[in-house]
């Protein structure tokens, strides 16, 4: 079967720190991706990892653990403007489908 | 063009009617992804398109929905017979080979009354 598993929703201070957890079980796995989506616009792509690892871009970091079937999101030093959803996404089954989760709600108050 | 394109923006229609969803993706993108999102959660996998090849539908919810990308670009999503229950965000997604992320267009919002 295929399965992505995130967190409904999660709250967090301007400034801080947040990281926001994946778990997954899809068939030939190919790599996870991070998108964003703000309310009412397009996911845009944040990160991909296909080996284990952290892979850090600025503000964002992405973890992957293979073995676990599980990776993370880390968000440093929070703006206003990462309130936001938070997608989780593998391929399944090859290339051909690109499965996301249902999405993770971060609220960031000041 | 810059983007991925789809239109209409909004479609309402009347139940029973057919609709065609038109996307338009990045020039030059082998892959194309058909979604289906409802509000608070996230998009649901409908087809995908290497080329104008049609490689896996699974995600068609039944026979009322199609999709064709006859050369390789352009692609229309047709669902017929429009029942409420289709009422959704609807938004196609282009990559530029396999296996790479995929670019967002602003999806059609599809109101069946």
């Known amino acids: 079967g295929q399965n992505i598993d995130q967190p409904t929703e999660m709250t967090a201070t301007e400034g801080a720190i947040v990281q926001i957890n994946c778990t997954y079980q899809t068939s030939g796995f190919n790599g996870l991706f991070w998108y964003q989506q703000h309310a009412g616009e397009a996911p845009t792509f944040l990160s991909y990892?296909?080996?284990?690892g952290l892979e850090e871009k600025g503000r964002f970091s992405s973890f992957l653990s293979r073995s676990k079937g599980y990776s993370y999101l880390l968000l440093k030093e929070l703006q206003m403007k990462d309130s936001a959803s938070y997608l989780c996404a593998a391929f399944s089954g090859g290339y051909n489908k690109l499965i996301f989760g249902a999405g993770t709600r971060l609220a960031v108050h000041p | 063009g810059a983007g991925v394109s789809q239109s209409p923006r909004y479609k309402v229609t009347k139940r029973g009617q057919d609709v065609a969803l038109r996307c338009d993706p990045i020039s030059g993108h082998v892959s194309l992804y058909w979604y289906r999102q409802a509000l608070g959660q996230g998009p649901e996998f409908l087809t995908y398109f290497n080329y104008e090849a049609q490689q896996d539908k699974s995600g068609l919810p039944n026979d009322r929905f199609s999709a064709e990308r006859p050369e390789g670009s352009i692609s229309t999503l047709t669902i017929q017979r429009t029942e409420q229950r289709d009422s959704a965000m609807y938004r196609c997604a282009s990559s530029p080979e396999e296996g790479t992320e995929a670019f967002f267009g602003q999806g059609t919002r599809l109101t069946v009354v």
């Open positions: 990892n296909v080996l284990d």
